[in-house]
């Protein structure tokens, strides 16, 4: 679609075009600084020192021999020293913007630059047989926001999530269920109770060579197709991913594919001899295939000495299955710092091997999560939050909020509010900065209805809502299109920022960076709260402007959905 900003840009371009004293390819625009009233600029030096010119001269001749039509978006052209500025005129763009955001609904801010191709996004990856904790939190989050972002730009997304189900540390597993037997319960807390049976038996290990080896052996077996091996391994993977479905429906992620390490086995050993046959690697003397020497990154293995296999070797695996499955143009990799190596050689390892081919490889990396006190989350600090009992303790607090703010709505209301809200708050806290910095729980920050919250963006959007609904009720001029009647600075502040939605969409896709979608979401509210206490919507001056002005709160609320659905994140009715 070709929105309003677009087509402002491109009647600026045209309109100097058309003077004759540029060529377009010599016309570059430029956003003005906040101080400067204008939406474009034309810096005009480069121009002028090409055309043996005065900078100043040549932007008032050009000032002077613009013409724009009567429909035109430009309302006006001023030369400023060197800038020639350009302003929207701003009952067109009301009429432009609020129309074509009420028009569009839901679409609003989608493109279609990605028509017929194909992205893989590997997110969330969860570990068999343990709970899903703040690291995946992060790759979940972010991982769905990407997959959001890229949809809304055209591309067929698959969404895959990569499990850990195998190598010695699930010998581990395998053993210490040997060791004490299958923990009781069902969900999180057999889960529980697995990990502290995975710790028992790993600390034992330590000091007994004896059980490090049956763990070696127990991840040989369930490599090799022992029978035992796999039916437990089977039993911890149902385990695992029936509790994480229930942390996926609460967060609204919806991936397509969930292979774990463990699908890539029977390609393995063509992997390691592919990458021996190309000369990338070589067997040394003890067994193990090695490859050294690749872009100056640290020498790694793609087999073990005793034949067993690699992260490594799993991950060119799945590569390999992803090109030959998908034919993608772009593989992205939503996992976290520490694994920043890992993938630096992953992806020189895959290309040396004659892969991936004009195909984009990118690790989104992320921080680490910190706790109010500012310590970091670890099971070793003894400070680990798990993602079940985080959005409980989001959603009890939240339930709080809703209690005090609105004691007036039905019970179950309230529960599904507190739901939205508590996920909401914890959703925003990881995407509204760079996904690079570390983020801080922090619960009172986090769901706070003023600043930038979720519960702050979720409680703008009820009150849009809150505002038509009492407009139904009260009778009157309804949303109508009398839109060029928004001529109030903050309303034209707010409808230029809705304009902004497309531009923010495609930025975030392009530097794989939801928080600039949260940025705008952000902005969005608080331009509506200057609007709201400047700008009477019911009690209007006349019939004409209130219809108008609730046409923009509707544009306002169909928008802000927009913008909080490619966060993943919900928007009630009421608050």
């Known amino acids: 679609m070709n929105y309003a900003l677009e087509r402002f840009t491109t009647e600026v371009r045209e309109a100097i075009a058309a003077t004759g004293q540029a060529e377009v390819g010599q ?10 009233p204008a939406d474009l600029a034309f810096p005009t030096f480069r121009l002028a020192k090409e055309r043996g010119l005065v900078a100043p001269q040549l932007a008032a001749d050009l000032a002077a021999a613009i013409r724009v039509g009567d429909n035109s978006l430009i309302g006006k052209v001023e030369a400023v ?13 009301a009429v432009a913007v609020v129309s ?8 609003y801010g989608t493109h279609r630059d990605g028509h017929a191709q194909r992205v893989v996004v590997d997110y969330s990856a969860p570990n068999i047989a343990k709970r899903m904790h703040v690291g995946h939190i992060r790759s979940t ?27 010695k540390q699930f010998g581990v597993v395998l053993a210490s269920v040997e060791h004490e037997g299958k923990p009781e319960g069902v969900g999180e807390a057999a889960l529980e109770a697995l990990e502290a049976q995975y710790a028992r038996f790993a600390a034992a290990a330590k000091d007994d060579l004896t059980l490090d080896e049956l763990a070696r052996q127990w991840s040989l077996r369930l490599e090799q197709g022992d029978p035992q091996a796999r039916e437990l391994w089977q039993w911890s993977v149902d385990l695992t991913m029936e509790a994480a479905q229930r942390n996926y429906d609460r967060l609204g992620v919806k991936i397509d594919h969930a292979y774990g390490e463990s699908f890539y086995e ?39 000495s005793d034949s067993g296999t690699l992260y490594m070797t799993r991950d060119v695996a799945t590569i390999v299955f992803r090109m030959r499955e998908f034919s993608p143009q772009k593989i992205v990799y939503v996992v976290g710092e520490p694994q920043a190596l890992h993938l630096r050689q992953l992806f020189a390892l895959i290309r040396a091997m004659g892969y991936a081919a004009g195909v984009e490889l990118t690790h989104i990396a992320f921080g680490t999560v ?18 079940e009992a985080l959005l409980d303790d989001a959603v009890r607090r939240a339930r709080a909020v809703v209690e005090h703010k609105s004691p007036d709505l039905p019970e179950a209301e309230k529960d599904a509010v507190a739901e939205a809200v508590g996920v909401g708050a914890v959703v925003y806290n990881d995407l509204y900065q760079d996904p690079k910095r570390n983020i801080t729980l922090d619960w009172e920050r986090m769901l706070a209805t003023e600043g930038n919250s979720a519960t702050y963006l979720q409680y703008s959007y009820a009150r849009c809502r809150s505002l038509l609904r009492r407009a139904r009720e009260d009778g009157g001029e ?29 930025e975030a896709g392009a530097r794989y960076a939801p928080f600039v979608v949260a940025d705008w979401c952000y902005t969005t509210a608080r331009e509506f709260g200057v609007f709201f206490e400047q700008c009477p919507v019911l009690k209007a001056e006349t019939p004409l402007l209130r219809g108008a002005r609730l046409s923009l709160v509707a544009a306002t609320a169909q928008a802000l959905h927009n913008g909080l659905s490619l966060l993943g994140i919900q928007a009630p009715e009421r608050m």
């Not at 074509?100 to 679409?107: M, P, S, V």
Request: hydrophobic share 45%; net charge negative; aromatic share 6%.
């Open 27 to 36: 016309i570059e625009l430029t956003t003005p600084r906040p101080n400067i």
């Open 81 to 93: 020293g060197p800038f020639l500025n350009f302003s929207m005129h701003p009952e067109r763009l």
């Open 100 to 107: 074509e955001i009420l028009a569009t609904g839901t679409c």
């Open 141 to 167: 989050i972010i991982g769905q926001a990407i997959v959001n972002l890229y949809r809304a730009l055209g591309y067929e997304v698959i969404g895959d999530n990569h499990l850990g189900d195998w190598g």
């Open 266 to 304: 029977p390609m393995l050993a063509g992997v390691i001899q592919e990458a021996l046959a190309c000369g990338v690697a070589y067997r040394d003397a003890g067994g193990a295939v090695v490859i050294e020497n690749l872009q100056n990154l640290p020498t790694f293995l793609l087999q073990r």
């Open 370 to 387: 910190f706790d109010a006190q500012g310590q970091p989350l670890s099971t070793r600090r003894g400070n680990m939050v798990y993602l």
């Open 478 to 506: 309804g949303p109508s299109g009398e839109l060029a009647l928004l001529v109030h600075p903050s309303e034209v502040r707010l409808i230029k920022h809705l304009a902004r939605l497309p531009e923010a969409v495609r």
